[in-house]
């Protein structure tokens, strides 16, 4: 199985700040991704890393604001750009290995 | 578009007793379907998913395309099962980009 370490684990942020998460695996993998999980809402895919290439994001998520970088098959970062409190979410690395998605313990994320 | 429902937000039940969790989804092709878990201060993890036909801690989960249903049912619960569970569909080739359902708390009482 993967091991995944995300971090920070939690922050504290004000209004319009930017925040880095980072996310090591411990194993080569080719398919990275980030979700987030606002306040009483289920997961929500935010975008697939892709290695040497500019991430794909979904609908409703766009570069400018989710900044997402993929140097290598186990290093990914995701960038919370002039956050605002509606950011307040945790986010959510996560990797396909073995057949199964594996994922980080998350990044809670809290903006004044 | 892909779609997954679970309707109930919180399950109560008794140590013993049967328990369901009930998931329905919506997508136009052949579906993948999981079931994840979140137990108390820990990530979320896989518990089963529909093409691996197998039991995981005593949990099962049939699809059922004709109703569009992925029930997840343990013939008697126990305590340690209590946790956030999770149903999620992917499509096409992609299985890392899922749709997740609302979730549902289950709550085993002694």
């Known amino acids: 199985s993967a091991v995944i370490s995300q971090k920070p684990s939690r922050d504290i942020c004000q209004r319009g700040t930017s925040l880095t998460i980072q996310c090591q695996v411990d194993?080569?993998?080719?398919?990275m991704f980030w979700y987030r999980q606002q306040p009483g809402q289920s997961l929500t895919l935010i975008a697939t890393?892709?290695?040497?290439?500019?991430?794909?994001?979904e609908s409703g998520f766009v570069i400018d604001k989710f900044p997402i970088s993929r140097p290598n098959l186990t290093f990914s970062t995701l960038t919370v750009s002039n956050m605002s409190p509606e950011d307040s979410s945790i986010y959510l690395c996560?990797?396909?290995?073995?057949?199964?998605?594996?994922f980080g313990s998350g990044t809670q994320l809290s903006v004044l | 578009a892909q779609r997954v429902t679970q309707p109930e937000k919180l399950l109560s039940v008794f140590k013993g007793a049967p328990v369901e969790l009930k998931c329905n989804y919506s997508?136009?092709?052949?579906?993948?379907l999981f079931w994840y878990v979140q137990y108390s201060r820990q990530r979320l993890q896989l518990l089963l998913r529909?093409?691996s036909r197998e039991s995981i801690k005593g949990f099962t989960a049939d699809l059922n395309k004709g109703e569009t249903s992925f029930h997840l049912k343990k013939p008697f619960a126990q305590e340690e099962d209590s946790a956030m569970y999770y149903c999620?569909?992917?499509?096409?080739?992609?299985?890392?980009?899922?749709?997740f359902g609302q979730g549902t708390i289950l709550t085993v009482h002694p």
């Open positions: 996560s990797v396909w290995s073995n057949e199964k998605l594996f």
């Open positions: 194993s080569q993998v080719t398919m």
């Open positions: 890393a892709n290695q040497g290439s500019e991430a794909t994001y």
């Open positions: 997508y136009s092709g052949s579906p993948e």
């Open positions: 529909h093409i």
């Open positions: 999620a569909v992917a499509g096409g080739t992609s299985y890392g980009k899922l749709t």
